[in-house]
């Protein structure tokens, strides 16, 4: 049965959210405040580079089923459902900021049709829920968590083919509501209370963030024991209590959630009076990565950056998306410029320079004249790259490689000194 659903915000969640919608065949209306990118939309152009979005986003807007309008009202006046995909940024004390939901509530509030049911699905605190149903100050309207657990780079097969769904309300008919909204996906469904479902969200993540900071930390003691990462993680990962995903160790977690949420659920668990110092751990396990990374390229550049021209490939906080937010590879590149070395970088998605790194528009420029080569991000466009061409290149033979990700071997064939993570 095919709903009108109202999104609010186009940002990457909204987009993704509204455009697979429509696929499903629901009537979607999908708003946002910024005009330009409301006209780009409407004729297909996608602000962000998402693998399979723009396809469906084409086909829906062909199929009338997705539209595109300025503004949260425009969109709400006429839904069955409200879905809010505003961001949550972080606030100054690490809690999630809620001013953009709370604004967006405000908006939908007098024009949204009696018995309509609000949606939650921007990653909010615990008792966000009762935050939003208090704003909008309408008994009719019912208000449900339905957190996301996109990645991006797959969102779209994300959407589509979830591990779960996850609907949190006090209201079992509003639930059923929102759920009949997946009836045609094959997943398994909790329905829980709102609490539980926002805390759902910040768990996942935060579990996510812990395996990632644990498999970077025995790589760590890999190092030191002369034991090999690569091997350790396929060896624990065959016990199906542990299982191989999330462990792939490298220069530590970023993007626009991990660093976000671990933060804010420490400060959830602090205003719940408990301190959560396993977490806390692992995000300082996480900012020591980076920093070992470092050590790792000056190691390679013989002992000291000053005057020395380091090549880094990858910029984006991992493959498949041109998202910059918290990546590894700038905090990274910008401790090696700190220390004097001359970056220059080259990313698939990435085509202009940033503060202080000349950004090149190919693998090979990036190398010409360089020391070191840095690997950042793991593009299969630099797994089967021609090594002997990126040694013509260069004048040094390091490579550190942060993602485990080049052939170990055929660097050492063309004549590099190579340095992986854990190995
Ligand atoms: C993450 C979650 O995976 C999604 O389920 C969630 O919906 C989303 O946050 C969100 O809250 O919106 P995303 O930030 O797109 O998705 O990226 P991930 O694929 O989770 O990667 C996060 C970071 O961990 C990246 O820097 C990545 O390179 C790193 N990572 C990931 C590793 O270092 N090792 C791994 O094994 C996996």
């Not at 949260?72 to 949550?88: D, H, N």
């Not at 949204?112 to 100050?137: D, F, I, M, Q, Y």
């Not at 990374?293 to 498949?320: C, E, Y």
Request: proline share 4%; net charge negative; aromatic share 6%.
């Amino acid at each position: 049965m095919s709903s009108r659903i109202a999104i609010i915000g186009a940002g990457y969640v909204g987009l993704t959210t509204g455009a697979c919608f429509a696929h499903l065949g629901h009537d979607v209306v999908c708003a946002d405040i910024d005009e330009s990118k409301v006209e780009r939309l409407s004729r297909g152009e996608l602000p962000i580079y998402e693998p399979g979005l723009e396809q469906i986003v084409t086909d829906a807007l062909r199929s009338g089923r997705l539209r595109f309008v300025v503004g949260a009202a425009v969109a709400a006046a006429e839904c069955e459902f409200a879905y809010l995909c505003v961001p949550t940024p972080q606030g100054d004390d690490g809690s999630a900021d809620l001013s953009y939901i709370e604004q967006a509530a405000r908006q939908i509030a007098p024009v949204l049709p009696p018995n309509a049911v609000v949606v939650n699905k921007s990653t909010v605190p615990v008792g966000s829920t009762k935050v939003v149903e208090r704003v909008l100050a309408r008994p009719d309207v019912k208000v449900v968590s339905n957190p996301e657990f996109l990645r991006e780079g797959s969102a779209v097969a994300d959407f589509l083919k979830p591990d779960r769904i996850v609907i949190g309300s006090d209201d079992q008919s509003a639930a059923i509501r929102v759920a009949s909204l997946y009836s045609s996906i094959a997943a398994p469904l909790i329905v829980t209370d709102p609490a539980s479902a926002e805390t759902i969200k910040y768990a996942a993540n935060a579990f996510l963030a812990t395996k990632i900071s644990f498999v970077n930390a025995v790589a760590a003691i890999c190092e030191n024991v002369g034991a090999d990462i690569n091997d350790v993680v396929l060896g624990i990962g065959y016990d199906k209590r542990i299982g191989h995903d999330f462990l792939r160790p490298g220069p530590g977690w970023g993007g626009s959630c991990f660093p976000k949420d671990t933060r804010a659920l420490v400060k959830i668990a602090e205003d719940a009076s408990y301190d959560f110092n396993l977490l806390k751990g692992v995000i300082v396990v996480n900012d020591e990565q980076r920093e070992r990374m470092v050590d790792k390229v000056r190691s390679a550049a013989g002992g000291s950056l000053d005057g020395v021209v380091i090549a880094a490939w990858g910029l984006t906080f991992k493959a498949n998306t041109d998202d910059l937010r918290e990546s590894p590879a700038l905090a990274i590149i910008a401790a090696l410029v700190k220390e004097g070395a001359i970056v220059r970088a080259y990313d698939p998605q990435v085509a202009n320079d940033l503060p202080g790194v000349e950004v090149h528009s190919d693998a090979f420029a990036a190398c010409e004249g360089a020391a070191v080569l840095v690997v950042l991000t793991e593009w299969d466009d630099f797994r089967l790259i021609d090594l002997d061409e990126v040694q013509r290149r260069m004048i040094g033979t390091e490579i550190v490689d942060t993602r485990n990700l080049l052939d170990r071997a055929a660097a050492r064939r063309a004549g590099f000194m190579y340095r992986g993570v854990g190995r």
